[in-house]
């Protein structure tokens, strides 16, 4: 199924929309139902909806606030990845003490939905898994 670009894009646009609201419906609605995700600081792979959501909240229960801001996304010409880069802001409980820093992700498309995605601290690395490298 061919999707586009522009319309990857204001999926991946709609979804960080939607995980800053906390709304997982909206987060989830164009996502395979297999989707899998592998976070930067657990060496893990969590599968399907159920699983993410409940790493995201335990992740976001760290954190009086937690946005995240996507910056860049690019595809692959066969729209079979997409590459992100991503600014988070945090403030830490208790405290009006802000953290921020970037974040990259590569997600493998199926049937023009969200199915596999990796996160990434280091663009470089990001980038060679986006290009296949890696």
Not at 70 to 88: G, H, N, V, W
Request: aromatic residues 16%; hydrophobic residues 40%.
């Amino acid at each position: 199924m061919a999707v586009g670009h522009r319309e990857m894009t204001e999926r991946a646009e709609t979804f960080f929309a939607a995980y800053n609201r906390r709304d997982w419906d909206e987060c989830f609605a164009e996502v395979d139902p297999e989707v899998e995700w592998d976070p930067v600081e657990e060496n893990v792979r969590y599968r399907g909806r159920a699983a993410i959501v409940e790493y995201f909240e335990r992740w976001l229960a760290v954190w009086s606030e937690f946005r995240v801001e996507l910056e860049e996304i690019e595809f692959t010409p066969s729209e079979d990845r997409q590459f992100s880069a991503m600014r988070y802001v945090a403030k830490v409980p208790a405290s009006d003490t802000e953290v921020e820093g970037h974040f990259f992700s590569v997600i493998e498309m199926r049937d023009g939905r969200w199915w596999r995605g990796k996160e990434f601290i280091d663009r470089t690395e990001a980038r060679a898994a986006f290009e296949g490298n890696g």
